[in-house]
């Protein structure tokens, strides 16, 4: 007796069973078992291992039922091949198996690639910027400033600069775009933020600012008083419609924080688009000294121009 006959008789049914009588006598046996289980708790145990018994040779059979489908759907389907179908099915597995980790290992080998090249561009980046030399200045135009070409390419404006003032060997140029604050624009919510972005994260020593991106941070102490210079060095240059005053969150006194240096000739020098030029001096700049002389260069050059 060949062991699918003796499954079927475990179950107590003909090998011509379909499979929805196999199931059937499955679920019929099984709250049989439990049945005599919950009468007989002294044969429980005896239940149990006959009840196992049964449930392999259900199992069995289902396992045939799927290997022989499967068997069928490869004849479909490989039968074509005839002698080399046994060839074509195992080349096919193989690719089947192994594409996804070929794919994997193509992914992490790009990721590899990528990660050393910046590594290299990165260390040559780190190599070329130590040649240069040291930052003389760093100017950020905070507010409704673009360049020309409305690009991103500050080397003009950072080369007018160095025309300027020729002992100067390097200046760094950065050029926030700050839309209306009062917009409701997606658009310009996104500029306004990635604006805010900047200012907390960038350095500069000097802000160049229009009246609005002045009214906008210039209370948040982004830029220090010019008060002391404004009794000394700057005290002959500035009119008092020049001096741009506000009051710090914690200060209720009003100071100078900015000069207006849009009338300056050398400002209309600038390759830059721009409505007002207010410059204010960032609080522990490192380069403090020249921020304030490219201040007073500036009311120097617009003295000169009266």
């Known amino acids: 007796m060949n062991q699918m006959k003796e499954a079927y008789e475990k179950l107590g049914l003909p090998e011509t069973a379909t499979n929805e009588e196999l199931d059937d006598r499955y679920t019929l046996l099984m709250r049989q078992a439990r049945s005599e289980q919950r009468r007989n708790p002294d044969k429980a145990d005896e239940v149990e291992q006959r009840f196992a018994e049964i449930t392999q040779a259900y199992n069995y059979i289902l396992d045939e039922e799927k290997r022989r489908e499967l068997e069928e759907e490869k004849g479909k389907k490989y039968g074509k091949y005839k002698g080399m179908a046994g060839t074509v099915e195992k080349t096919e597995h193989f690719f089947r198996y192994y594409k996804y980790h070929v794919l994997g290992g193509l992914a992490l080998l790009g ?4 990660a050393i090249f910046s590594f290299v561009n990165h260390r040559q980046e780190q190599a070329e ?11 950020m135009f905070l507010g409704s400033f673009m360049t020309p070409n409305a690009d991103q390419n500050y080397e003009p404006i950072e080369e007018a600069i160095l025309a300027q003032f020729p002992e100067w060997k390097r200046v760094q140029v950065n050029v926030t775009y700050v839309p209306p604050i009062d917009s409701n624009s997606p658009n310009d919510v996104a500029l306004l933020q990635k604006a805010l972005l900047m200012v907390a994260t960038e350095r500069p020593d000097l802000y160049i600012m229009d009246r609005a991106a002045f009214d906008w941070v210039g209370h948040q102490g982004i830029v220090r008083s010019l008060e002391r210079e404004l009794e000394g060095e700057l005290k002959s240059l500035v009119t008092p419609d020049k001096m741009i005053k506000t009051k710090l969150e914690e200060d209720t006194t009003e100071k100078v924080y900015a000069i207006d240096i849009t009338d300056s000739p050398l400002a209309e020098e600038l390759p830059i688009v721009k409505k007002e030029m207010i410059a204010g001096i960032r609080g522990e700049s490192g380069n403090e000294a020249k921020a304030l002389e490219f201040i007073k260069t500036y009311l120097e050059a617009g003295t000169e121009k009266q």
């Open 111 to 114: 990721i590899l690639i990528y």
């Open 129 to 139: 910027l130590a040649k240069l030399p040291p930052v003389d200045l760093s100017v």
